[in-house]
């Protein structure tokens, strides 16, 4: 693999950058490609540091983050949860190609959850009509992350969200 590490408020010790190194390379054995690219982002926030790997091997865009109070423990967060990624995304090629499945014992993977996803909770709400502006004010009232409602100019169901940054975000979904 082919490992690009980019810090932002945050300085990468030489060490770390070597444990990273060293821990990323046990990946290898799932790419054929020495020039997979494989981005490492470092942050710092107070506190808290944050981990981004990333992982884009022919069109599949495999991604893990982590925020924890050292980069030291969140390596062994991070690489686990992209590992088990990786495993399902392989297998997931495998049933759809036919192809033979690896037999080779997986290092970070303690046990893979085949368990189907369940719906634990149903609620049923009556969305008003309002313009998105109207509707980002509303999220504003409550404590929650996201807003839904019928775009006034529009009306179709959309929902405006509060991202990472603070910043809000409008979703606009359609059918082809």
Same mark, same amino acid.
């Given at each position: ?8 408020? %945050? ?8 444990i990273l190194f ?7 054995? %799932? $790419? =054929?490609?020495?020039?997979? =690219? ?13 981990? &981004? ?13 982590? #925020?924890? &109070? ?20 392989? @297998? ?8 033979? @499945?690896?037999?080779? +014992? ?7 959850? +085949?368990?189907? #996803? ?7 709400? @009556?969305? !008003? @009509?309002?313009?998105? #502006?109207?509707?980002? +004010?509303?999220? !504003?009232?409550?404590?929650?992350? $996201?807003y839904l409602f ?7 169901? +959309?929902? #405006? ?16």
């Amino acid at each position: 693999m082919k490992l690009e590490i980019v810090a932002k408020n %945050y300085r990468a010790s030489d060490k770390l950058e070597q444990i990273l190194f060293a821990k990323t390379k046990k990946l290898d054995k %799932y $790419f =054929p490609d020495d020039a997979t =690219p494989c981005k490492i982002v470092l942050s710092e926030s107070g506190r808290q540091c944050k981990m &981004e790997i990333s992982i884009n091997y022919h069109g599949a865009h495999i991604r893990s983050e982590v #925020v924890g &109070e050292n980069m030291y423990y969140n390596i062994d967060s991070c690489l686990p949860k992209l590992e088990r990624q990786i495993v399902k995304h392989r @297998e997931k090629l495998n049933k759809s190609y036919k192809m033979p @499945e690896r037999t080779d +014992e997986y290092e970070f993977v303690s046990a893979v959850d +085949e368990s189907p #996803v369940e719906i634990a909770k149903v609620k049923r709400f @009556e969305v !008003e @009509e309002m313009s998105a #502006v109207e509707a980002a +004010e509303n999220l !504003e009232m409550v404590d929650h992350d $996201f807003y839904l409602f019928v775009n006034a100019e529009t009306g179709n169901v +959309e929902a #405006v969200y509060r991202r990472k940054d603070g910043s809000i975000g409008l979703l606009q979904p359609y059918a082809e």
